[in-house]
C-alpha cells in the first residue's frame, strides 16, 4: 500500500482497519450456493456521515459517506449505492491535492458487495479501479483481464466498513480481535480491529457513549505500533465512527464526525 493511500477516505479506512498481510484464507466452496443473510439495522437508505479530517493542527479536509437505496437490483436483490468521497481544503489543498471517490454497491441483506469502483487521485497519484464481485462463486473480476478466486463473503475497502458496522459486539472481549476478509488492490487482505471496551468521548460539542478499538496495524509502515491508532464507534445500534486518530511516523491525524443525518437508531448520545 503506497503511503499516499492513508489521506482522507483511504485514512479513514485504512486507520479503522488494520491492513495486515498474512496468510491467504483457506478458499471454501458451496455444493448448493446461496446467498447469506445478516439481520441488523446498524445503517439505512438516507443516512449521512461528514467527518473533518486534521493533519497536526492543521484543518487538511473533508470526507462524507453516504447511503442511498438503488433504484434497480441486483440478481434481483435490493441494493445500497454507497459513495464515500474525500478532498483537501484550504492550504492543504496547495501542498498535496486530494480528490477520492469510492463506491461500493452493497447487498442490503446479505451486506456483501456486488460492485466496487474506485477514483483516486492524491497528489497526483491516480488509481481507477472496477472490481465486479460474483458472491456464489467467489470470485472477482478486476476489470482487466483477470478473475480471482476469494472466500466467502469477500468485502471491498468501503463495503467492509459498513460490513464492520452490522456485527454484534454486545458480547466482545476486551482484547478480542474480528477479522474481515476484503479484496484490496488485486489482493486478499484481513482486516483487523481489536475491541478495548467501553469510554465515552466527546466529539464537535456532544458527548458519546462508545466502543473503543484499537486497528491491528503493520508495525512500521505507517504507523510504529498498533496502539498508535485508536478508534471510537458509538455504543448504540448504529454504531458509526465517531473519532479515529494515531500517530504517524511523520505527525498526527485524526478524523472526526462533525454530522450525522439519517441514522437508522437514537445516537447514543449523553446530556
Keep these: 500500500m503506497n ?24 478458499i471454501e466452496t458451496q455444493e448448493t450456493p446461496t446467498y447469506r443473510t445478516i439481520n441488523h439495522n446498524a445503517f439505512k437508505n438516507g443516512e449521512k456521515l461528514e467527518y473533518r479530517l486534521h493533519y497536526g493542527v492543521i484543518n487538511a479536509g473533508t470526507a462524507q459517506l453516504e447511503v442511498k437505496l438503488l433504484d434497480k437490483k441486483f440478481a434481483g436483490r435490493t441494493v445500497y449505492h454507497i459513495v464515500g468521497s474525500g478532498k483537501t481544503k484550504g492550504a492543504f489543498d496547495w501542498i498535496f491535492k486530494v480528490r477520492d471517490n469510492y463506491e461500493t454497491y452493497l447487498d442490503v441483506d446479505g451486506v456483501f458487495p456486488w460492485l466496487f ?7 497526483g497519484y491516480k488509481i481507477n479501479q472496477t472490481y465486479k464481485f460474483s458472491p ?22 468501503l ?10 459486539y454486545s458480547k466482545a ?12 488492490d488485486d489482493e486478499i487482505w484481513p482486516l483487523k480491529i481489536r475491541y478495548m471496551g467501553k469510554d465515552e468521548i466527546k466529539v464537535s460539542g456532544k458527548k458519546y457513549k462508545a466502543m473503543k478499538f484499537h486497528p491491528v496495524v503493520q508495525e512500521g509502515r505507517l504507523f510504529e505500533h498498533e496502539e498508535d491508532v485508536t478508534v471510537w464507534i ?9 473519532l479515529a486518530q494515531g500517530k504517524v511516523l511523520v ?7 462533525i454530522n450525522a443525518v439519517g441514522l437508522a437508531n437514537p445516537p447514543a448520545l449523553i446530556k
Design 3 to 26: 503511503i499516499k493511500n492513508y489521506l482522507l477516505i483511504s485514512t479513514f479506512l485504512c486507520i479503522f482497519f488494520g491492513f495486515t498481510k498474512n496468510s491467504t484464507p483457506q
Design 117 to 123: 469502483v474506485r477514483n483516486t487521485d492524491e497528489g
Design 136 to 157: 456464489l462463486k467467489n470470485k472477482v473480476d478486476n476489470g482487466e483481464g483477470k478473475k480471482f478466486e476469494t472466500p466467502n463473503g469477500i468485502q471491498d475497502m
Design 159 to 168: 463495503s467492509s466498513f459498513y460490513y464492520a458496522r452490522s456485527i454484534d
Design 173 to 184: 472481549k476486551i482484547g478480542e480481535a474480528f477479522t474481515i476478509w476484503s479484496f484490496v
Design 234 to 242: 458509538s455504543d448504540d445500534e448504529n454504531k458509526i465512527p465517531l
Design 251 to 257: 505527525g498526527s491525524i485524526k478524523m472526526e464526525l
